[in-house]
């Protein structure tokens, strides 16, 4: 395994003796996160790295922003290779490792590092998240990432960046981390391309990087070979997991093979082929890297304003109030993107004035069934406040041990499935299509089917969402841009179109084919003919003025009469526009007049047009009129050319050899500069025009296709249709298998839950009828199954509480719980707890009433009052005096006998020591009893009995002593040496006279 990682700078020598200049300019660069705890795990993975090893690491970990940093002191003592702490504009170097300081966060710009002062406060703050997306942006598919052991998620975001720009991802093994936190977030969400003890991940990095070049070649053209290879693997993709990939991008899918390729260290694409073949598994993993979801919350901020604040109010505005709109979320991954349509919603249905209550039901759809999953259960790391405002997460999440789980508002109004969209009926009548970031990966061809269903799926002015670098292309007739740099698309309504819309069961025939079956649907029955007919087309024929139809591009539609003596084919390929098709002296005044109709939207007509027609000349009036109705012609133009008979006096004016007088010359010099006047103001007045659709017009070309869509192609799409619904119907009902499926499974652990605490527990509604009730219960109330729905008071019970269904209506009535002890048949005792039933919406529906067997406890209770009264009768009666003292020496207790000796009631001194008895206290000699002395003292300073003192107590009553023998007796708690305890006791005894003093 050593030699392995020491080939790797042979072959980057070798591979500059064939590109020197290019090898140069680059190096692998390895961003590496930990967490504070992950030192232990850097150490181990700097160790196995070779010196030169032709790659630079940058290291980001969670430090204390208070303390001074020794990272890099530490790391040195491991690796030959430089450790740098970053400083700010640094520039990266090969074989070197770079440290970030304390409290900065850091990002990656042309290979030169760049630190920042950190916004977020301390404890929100994912430095990791932060640094690999910029590796990510920096570096595409060159970027590769490590995560190492770390508590959080910090870092899993970072490498979703990763994934997606086609970059590797290296994760130690949660069983070798000390903390799996951060290796297990990475691995959960399907980003771990190796995962690996923290010893072996620098050799599999070396190796990676060995079978994946430096430098990639241009893919834009794929050898045969390769081509083979690529068109087998999508044959056995879609052998094992049903899904067709020949519709997407041929180098797309190339790149994301190779990854795979160098993750095994396989060279060729046939032997990847055959891996494929003996590897099951490894099917599935290429299935799930061809699906890696670009997707976030709110992805391009810009774009999601201009959507709540623009797109959705002009939507909602075209809509009866109070309706219910439908989204189509298309590849919606991890549902990130269905769950922003929904509080974008939300949040532009609050800034309308006057407040009306639309309600939104989104489809969200994705190929992959595991992010569907994901999606529907709604749970998201806590480092997804870095996308989110304080605000959103406040009111749309809500916060538990896994992070941040949408609030049930959001999650009722979406409805995931799975859902391929170039197979799969799509779904119809909608108002807002979300497909962002999906077409890029698709050929042109399937982009060009997807757009015309995107406009048929949508109702009228209905909005089109896609990614930033997807657009429109050709298909300009069919939306118009609300705004060209968000992507958002609003349905113009076309009468007539030119295609019919292909579905996804022709997505994948071949042209021919699909020209064929469109074509058979297109054919129409002969109409009926009658006389009326005939005559008008005679007449049309002979008779009325010709006449064009077209668009206002110019493109001709119908041509009515005969139009050759004012238009003929235009010389090269053949174009069909009448601006093309004019004459010789038509064309130019035409061109104006076609111009000035379009922007006035005024019939408008040009008399004595004078045209050249095979060596002759005809006057003709032109009339253009933009058409309103029917509504089947609405912005078309009509433009009519009627002949006009040439006097004499026009023929002779036409031929200047016969001009003789002054007279007319001059008046046909003014007519000339008249019109000539008129043209330069329309000029002018054009220029004026272009110049201002210039500033506003997108960059995109404009297809001059007209879709043709009549009644007749609304029948023959029924079928699709009803399709489309039966889709969604599945959709619902799939959706609500899952939820009576999460339900029942959610009542059985609720059950389980409930039998195994061994409390009896009764739910009932608010009019006191029984809704459920514990197996446990019934043996206290004498319930079956079928008394559900019966009031608690027509069962019998074993309680004494005849009050249940009194203090049951207090609770409730005040929303107070009430607590109490009830005894039972059979010397039972229970603790009765009846609490108010509260839903997550915060709703009173009824009341929960526990019922928990104290009947021990209460057994022990009699037991020990019963011990306790033994020990005061005791205690009393003895004919000693007896005193229980604290370890402070205060007085407890004191007996009949003690309160004699003492002269004193046993209430006067509990809560006293000795000395505080207004006692005085001798010795036999009659000095003062010293208090260090006492007995009691005594025994709790050495813990040994103290016996046999004797001690005077003066009485101040009758002014004499009484003499007593004291012993004190210390008592302990298990395993403690200190008494807590001092059972003082003393029995009144007579000196002899010589022995005191009086």
């Known amino acids: 395994m050593k030699k392995t990682p020491n080939a790797k700078p042979q072959k980057i020598r070798h591979e500059e003796a064939v590109s ?10 390895v961003g590496i996160g930990a967490s504070a705890g992950g030192l232990e795990a850097l150490e181990s993975f700097l160790k196995k790295v070779p010196f030169p090893c032709g790659i630079s690491f940058v290291i980001v970990q969670h430090l204390d922003p208070t303390h001074k940093c020794i990272l890099v002191e530490l790391l040195q003592r491991v690796t030959s290779m430089p450790v740098v702490e970053v400083a700010d504009r640094m520039k990266i170097e090969i074989n070197h490792v770079y440290a970030i300081p304390p409290n900065k966060s850091m990002t990656i710009l042309h290979g030169v590092l760049h630190l920042f002062d950190p916004t977020e406060p301390r404890g929100l703050r994912l430095p990791i998240d932060l640094f690999f997306r910029s590796l990510a942006d920096d570096l595409q598919q060159h970027s590769i990432g490590v995560i190492l052991s770390g508590m959080g998620s910090d870092g899993t975001l970072g490498l979703r960046t990763i994934k997606e720009k086609g970059g590797c991802v290296f994760v130690q093994d949660p069983k070798s981390a000390k903390f799996d936190g951060m290796p297990q977030s ?31 070649q241009d893919n834009s053209h794929l050898e045969d070979k390769t081509l083979s290879g690529l068109e087998k693997i999508v044959l056995l993709l879609r052998r094992d997991t049903g899904q067709d990939f020949s519709l997407y991008k041929k180098n797309t899918l190339y790149r994301r093979i190779e990854r795979r390729m160098g993750i095994h260290q396989i060279e060729k694409i046939a032997d990847y082929v055959r891996f494929l073949q003996g590897n099951p598994h490894e099917t599935t993993l290429l299935f799930k890297e061809l699906l890696i979801g670009v997707t976030g919350f709110f992805r391009d901020p810009a774009a999601w304003e201009t959507l709540k604040t623009r797109a959705i109010p002009t939507l909602l505005a075209s809509r009866q109030a109070d309706s219910t709109l439908r989204a189509w979320v298309a590849g919606c991954s991890t549902g990130e993107e269905a769950y922003s349509l929904a509080i974008a919603f939300i949040e532009a249905v609050e800034l309308i004035r006057p407040r009306s209550d639309f309600r939104l039901r989104i489809f969200a759809t994705d190929l992959d069934k595991d992010a569907i999953e994901k999606a529907r259960s709604g749970i998201y790391p806590p480092n997804i406040a870095s996308d989110l405002s304080k605000e959103r997460l406040q009111r749309f999440f809500e916060q538990d041990e896994h992070g941040f789980r949408i609030s049930k508002e959001i ?19 909608l108002d807002i299509i979300t497909c962002r970031n999906l077409l890029i990966y698709m050929e042109q061809e399937i982009q060009k089917k997807l757009l015309p269903l995107f406009h048929y799926s949508l109702n009228p002015g209905g909005i089109l969402f896609l990614g930033n670098a997807e657009s429109i292309g050709s298909f300009s007739d069919l939306f118009d841009p609300l705004e060209v740099k968000t992507r958002l698309f609003r349905k113009l309504h076309k009468e007539s179109q030119q295609d019919p819309v292909i579905f996804p069961a022709f997505f994948t025939h071949s042209e021919n084919e699909t020209s064929v079956i469109m074509n ?72 104006l007049l076609f111009s000035s109709v379009l922007r006035t939207k005024q019939t408008s007509t040009k008399k004595g047009l004078c045209v050249g027609t095979n060596g002759g000349t005809q006057i003709v009036n032109v009339t253009i009129e933009p058409l309103e109705k029917p509504e089947l012609l609405r912005r078309l133009l009509l433009i009519v050319f009627t002949p006009v008979e040439k006097s004499k006096s026009e023929t002779s004016k036409d031929n200047p050899l016969h001009i003789s007088s002054g007279n007319n010359i001059l008046a046909s010099l003014e007519e000339d500069l008249r019109v000539a006047r008129d043209e330069i103001m329309t000029i002018r007045e054009e220029m004026q025009t272009s110049q201002e659709e210039l500033k506003s017009t997108n960059e995109e070309m404009q297809s001059a296709n007209e879709e043709l869509q009549s009644t007749n192609e609304e029948l023959t799409t029924s079928k699709e249709e009803m399709q489309s619904l039966n889709e969604e119907l599945q959709t619902v009902n799939h959706e609500l298998q899952s939820k009576v499926s999460e339900l029942s499974e959610a009542n059985n652990d609720m059950k389980n839950l409930l039998n195994s605490t061994d409390i009896a527990t009764l739910f009932l509604d608010d009019s006191l009828n029984i809704r459920r009730f514990t197996t446990r219960t019934a043996s206290i109330i004498k319930l079956i199954a079928s008394d559900i729905g019966r009031p608690i008071t027509d069962i019998v019970t ?56 104290i009947t021990t406890s209460k057994k022990l209770e009699a037991c020990l009052r019963e011990s306790e009264e033994r020990f005061r009768f005791l205690f009393e009666t003895m004919p000693e005096g007896a005193l229980l003292q604290d370890s402070e020496g205060k007085i407890l207790m004191a007996n009949h006998e003690a309160e004699r000796i003492f002269g004193l009631s046993s209430e006067a001194m509990k809560n006293k020591k000795t000395e505080e008895l207004q006692r005085a206290f001798v010795q036999k000699d009659g000095s003062a009893f010293p208090p260090e002395k006492y007995p009691y003292l005594v025994a709790l300073d050495s813990g040994k009995t103290c016996s046999g003192v004797v001690m005077g107590i003066m009485l101040p009553a009758s002014q004499t002593c009484r003499w007593i023998k004291v012993s004190a007796l210390p008592r302990f708690h298990e395993n403690t040496e200190k008494p807590y305890q001092v059972y003082t006791t003393f029995v009144e005894i007579t000196l002899p006279k010589g022995n005191h003093s009086e």
């Open 20 to 29: 020197m200049k290019a090898e140069k300019a680059f190096f692998p660069i």
């Open 186 to 216: 990475a691995i959960d969400a399907g980003l771990a391309d190796i995962i690996a003890p923290v010893e072996d991940l620098p050799y599999r990095i070396l190796a990676y990087l060995k079978h994946i070049p430096s430098i990639r």
């Open 411 to 429: 999650r009722e109004t979406i409805v995931f499935a799975p859902h391929n969209i170039i197979m799969d009926p799509p779904f119809t009548k």
């Open 520 to 591: 058979d649907r297109q054919k129409k029955p002969n109409p009926v003919v009658n006389l009326q007919s005939l005559a008008d087309q005679i007449i049309l024929q002979h008779y009325a003025p010709s006449a064009v139809l077209t668009n206002d591009r110019g493109d001709i539609i119908y041509i009515s009469g005969r139009t050759g003596r004012y238009l003929e084919p235009a010389a090269g390929k053949a174009n069909w526009n009448i601006l093309a098709m004019a004459r010789e002296g038509l064309r130019y005044e035409l061109n």
């Open 798 to 853: 074993d309680l004494h509480y005849p009050a249940l269904a009194d203090d049951a209506q207090e609770v409730l009535r005040t929303l107070i719980f009430r607590e109490k002890q009830v005894s039972a048949n059979n010397d039972r005792w229970f603790s009765v707890k009846i609490m108010p039933y509260r839903t997550q919406e915060n709703k009173i529906v009824g009341l929960v009433i526990t019922f928990s067997d």
